[in-house]
């Protein structure tokens, strides 16, 4: 049907409100698709049983504020809480029970790729989240490792 290209989360909670969904018919509208419309997602695929499960946004009503204000956690820039910038989000898992992100993956600044190209950060060590910036704890991250069923929040 499509390919997901975004997805529209809540700051507060990280809660995943929406997938924003590029249809192969038709590249230039986009759609959107709540999570409750996914029967299951295997191997970086997001099964959903009709075609009529994705929306336009004036379908959306109860929506339309997070669709407006379109939190894009992937453009967010990542520092500690003593203010050392580690780099940008370039991916997300989730809970694919509850749609609630669980851990970020942050493309490290140029000068420390030396040790890393990846940061992992879980959910748990993630102090504030704002518009442009997410807040983590000091001494929180691992070197990413082989991840398995995480679908991409944004396609390549």
Not at 34 to 48: G, H, L
Request: proline fraction near 2%; charge should be positive.
């Amino acid at each position: 049907m499509g390919t997901i290209t975004d997805i529209i989360a809540d700051m507060k909670n990280l809660h995943i409100n929406l997938f924003v969904v590029k249809k192969f018919d038709d590249l230039k509208q986009p759609y959107y698709l709540m999570p409750d419309d996914i029967r299951q997602i295997i191997t970086q695929r997001a099964i959903v049983d009709r075609e009529d499960k994705l929306s336009e946004a004036e379908e959306l009503i109860r929506l339309q504020k997070a669709i407006k204000q379109h939190f894009n956690l992937m453009s967010c820039s990542v520092q500690t809480v003593s203010g050392k910038k580690l780099g940008k989000v370039i991916d997300c898992s989730f809970d694919d029970s509850f749609f609630i992100v669980k851990k970020i993956y942050v493309s490290v600044r140029l000068w420390n790729k030396v040790f890393h190209d990846q940061l992992i950060i879980d959910r748990d060590d993630i102090v504030d989240v704002t518009a442009k910036r997410i807040t983590v704890r000091d001494g929180f991250a691992k070197n990413r490792q082989t991840i398995t069923n995480v679908l991409p929040a944004k396609a390549s």
